[in-house]
């Protein structure tokens, strides 16, 4: 590598590879920045000069030589990572600048987990709904919201989405709304002006799967690579715990007691509860630890399987669920379906309520009572029999 960017080739390299890239990938990033280090010398810029513009002016200038049409950009993000992180260009610099909207979000996120004490994935939730309504109504313009917008943007959403999603986007909105009066972006609370989603308790049955339908998605995973053995390992968390996506994704190495075989399993609202580990999930864990998961620093369980090699997403882990499924040919879905099938074989299995409910981690019987219809046999034995017999 030649110009203003070759004396921190080494440190690059010795980067990449930190973050799990195979040497073949760590080359190909570094022939990229050597042309981009080309790019700033003609123009007598150094590496403190770097910026997100000067990339993206760089990727333009390789896209109109038809050299490549790849997004280069976005391929050249690391290095500006990377000279950040060593003082060599300033983070400003690096970053473009960002919207009203995008400081309001950030703003709006902080005081979900600060002051509302939300887990950050769980907050990361509520952001699409808040520039959704943002794009409706922008920041500049909040101070003329009236209760008439907000029931006018709820009508209009709703008829594009299911009733869990209407249900979402009201539960957003009332939070957004509720930050925008304690931040004096609105000077009369608008939190009533959200319509209720109508929504009858009980209406849905919980869409488990059957035990020959569990065999099919477990057995979809190829345990002799160690991609297999980690998906394995997710899917029995999964159904046989219960655990949510998100209580997967951040699953520590601390938290396996192998001793007394339980697990420190993190809920909702920051809580944590030990849960015990049953045999064949903890020798699935074991298998990817020993002969699947990255030998990385990192401390949770579930890595991504290509480079950057870090904890998996809850996004990730859903995703996990979704390709076993259309493997198996069961359909598409995610990880929420294989919960419902936790409740419901246990359930089956001659578990209790309160029992299903102390596994699943409800906050209240009423959220589990839904699980009591879907044991048709139970059911079929309480009903009463028609006068005068069948008809």
Known sequence: MTGPLAPWAPGMAEWLTRLGYTPRLVERHLQLAGGLSKFLHRRGLTASDLSQELIEQFAAARRAKNRSRRPT???????????????????????????????LIERYRDYLTVERGLVPDTAAN?????????????????????????????????????????????????????????EGLISVSLVGAVPSVARWSGATLPRGLTSTQVAALLSSCDRRRPLGRRDYAILLLLVRLGLRAAEV???????????????????????????????????????????????????????????????????GVSEVARAASERAGLGSFGSHRLRHTAGTQLLQAGASLPEVAEVLRHHTIATTAIYAKVDHLALRDLATPW???AR
Do not use: N
């Open 73 to 103: 950009a976005r391929s050249l993000s690391w290095l500006v990572d990377y000279l950040s992180d060593i003082g060599v260009a300033t983070a400003p610099a690096a970053l473009p600048v960002r919207s009203e909207q995008q400081v």
């Open 126 to 182: 509520y952001v699409p709904v808040v520039t959704l309504f943002l794009a409706a109504h922008p920041v500049r313009e909040l101070h003329e919201l009236s209760a008439a917008d907000v029931s006018e943007f709820m009508t209009s959403q709703c008829r594009q989405v299911s009733t869990r999603g209407a249900e979402r986007l009201a539960t957003g909105l009332r939070s957004f709304l509720g930050f925008a009066l304690v």
């Open 249 to 315: 994704s951040a699953l520590r190495l601390d938290d396996i007691d192998w001793r007394t075989g339980e697990i420190v399993v993190r809920g909702k609202g920051r809580t944590e509860e030990r849960l015990p580990l049953p045999p064949d999930v903890g020798a699935a864990i074991a298998a990817y630890l020993r002969r699947g998961r990255p030998r990385r620093p990192e401390r949770e369980v579930f890595l991504r399987a290509c480079a950057p090699l870090r904890g998996l997403t809850p996004d």
């Open 387 to 389: 006068p005068g017999g």
